[in-house]
């Protein structure tokens, strides 16, 4: 099985975020690629790759040209300006009750100011821009487009290390720790390529607010999630069992927002009840956004799940039929993180055709 990954996907390694207006030590730290990269290196039958560079164009495919700007030139134009070198965090948010002007189709209007800047795109506190965030997030993007390569090539199964994750990024936005929608530009390019309609299946504890946005008004994926309810959990205003999409994308989208506690069983049944429903929506490739942090020791989640049931979840979702590609999204108990990573592929590669098991 093939493995992609890059050391340049360190270089973002901001030391703080904002959490409920209190700075703490980031979560999303370059630790986490270092604790699966090991994990994987001991794990027989897979092969670690570095990606090549596959250029800017799968990226605006999915993201605003605006957005991709932002990230590349906002260190520079922060520095010069003198701001503060631990990293870039907004003050100021784009809202909606600043007016019709504000209103993200068509674009609002971009302040000149560096500390203004951000707040245009940036939709949360906690995602910390530094000096090697934009490297960082362009080398995530090439990771998840090596995966997806592999699987075209015909790779029953292949996993893209991708940090920072993507899962929370839109077509104009930032945040939840994701600059670029990993997912998003991997599905995307699939299906420039030919290969029909792609499956989505999220089952990180958050919401992929962000993977529903910019498939929204698409019928070429359908995007399936298993979240924390947003009644208590981030991103709070997305996730509803409600949101099913809208035009040619109407029917598409399919959320199930979990109670807190969700164990094993519970997990399973909601899993069978995603890939019932992903069913015939895709044409045999299905793109899995890997969250670990519904572990049940997690700091940032609230379910139960253990070891045994990522092994038993990525048989599950094998089984199901379709090639995989399977990208890293959240996932911050660091002393398990490698373990529960590779749990979830050794299950995966059990029903991959001739495959190891390890």
Not at 158 to 179: D, K, Q, T, V
Not at 252 to 262: D, H, K, S, W
Request: charged share 20%; proline share 8%.
């Amino acid at each position: 099985m093939h493995a992609f990954h890059t050391p340049l996907q360190g270089g973002h390694d901001p030391g703080f975020e904002l959490v409920s207006g209190r700075r703490v030590p980031a979560y999303e730290v370059p630790a986490r690629a270092a604790v699966i990269t090991a994990a994987l290196a001991a794990e027989p039958g897979i092969t670690l790759e570095e990606p090549g560079q596959t250029g800017l164009e799968p990226i605006l495919r999915v993201h605003d040209p605006g957005l991709v700007r932002y990230l590349e030139t906002a260190w520079d134009e922060w520095t010069r300006a003198g701001l503060p070198a631990d990293g870039i965090v907004p003050d100021t948010f784009l809202h909606p009750g600043f007016g019709p002007h504000a209103a993200r189709a068509g674009g609002a209007p971009e302040p000149r100011a560096p500390d203004g800047r951000v707040g245009r795109w940036c939709f949360d506190s906690a995602t910390v821009l530094v000096k090697g965030s934009w490297p960082a997030a362009r080398a995530a993007a090439d990771v998840a487009l090596a995966a997806a390569g592999a699987v075209l090539d015909g790779d029953p199964l292949a996993y893209g290390l991708c940090r920072p994750p993507g899962h929370h990024a839109g077509r104009e936005m930032f945040g939840g720790y994701c600059l670029l929608n990993n997912a998003a530009i991997a599905a995307r390019w699939l299906v420039d390529r030919g290969a029909g309609r792609v499956g989505i299946l999220d089952l990180d504890y958050h919401h992929g607010n962000g993977t529903q946005e910019i498939f929204w008004e698409r019928g070429d994926a359908a995007y399936a999630s298993i979240h924390a309810d947003p009644d208590r959990s981030y991103p709070y205003f997305s996730g509803r069992a409600d949101e099913t999409g809208d035009g040619p994308g109407a029917g598409a989208t399919f959320n199930q927002p979990m109670p807190a506690g969700l164990d094993g069983a519970g997990f399973r049944a909601a899993l069978d009840r995603a890939l019932d429903w992903l069913g015939d929506r895709h044409d045999g490739i299905l793109v899995v956004s890997l969250g670990l942090d519904t572990y049940r020791l997690d700091p940032l989640g609230d379910f139960a799940l253990d070891t045994g049931d990522y092994r038993a979840a990525g048989a599950r979702v094998a089984a199901g039929g379709g090639r995989l590609v399977v990208l890293q999204e959240g996932g911050y108990c660091l002393p398990d993180l490698g373990t529960n990573v590779v749990a979830w592929l050794r299950g995966a590669r059990s029903h991959a055709a001739d495959e190891p098991t390890g």
